[in-house]
């Protein structure tokens, strides 16, 4: 799917959607993000130097996994972050790179979901995360 059809199942809009491309793939959740160099989060990031921030990662990945979770889920609620763990960097992502997401449901209680996730640039892993959302009914 394309951003246009992501907008329709996520509540991200510019400059928080970071998410340009996902397919859901039997229980795996693949999305991509180009890194154009030109996002906010660069510009102090390092001066120079810039590299994408690890909370803006984690990001790509939770937008990627919420792709998934939309095909769980009733269509008035909206996932919200409640956890972020084992998070792990590995290598940095830079302008010009593309990040490749990976993210699946590792569990489920109620309204509560886990997931796994992890992102690669060429193929090679750059970082890892487990995290949780809430399923929050819309206020209408």
Known sequence: MNQEE???IIPHRDNMLLVQEATVEGEVAHAKYHVSGEEFFLKG?????PVVPGVILCEMMAQGACVLLAGLATPDVTPMFTSLDKVRFKRPVKPGDTLESESKVIKQKGPFY???AKGFVNGKLCVTAEFSFALVKNDQ
Do not use: L, S, T
């Open 114 to 116: 886990w997931c796994a």
């Open 45 to 49: 990031h390092f001066p120079g130097n």
């Open 6 to 8: 992501i907008k329709k």
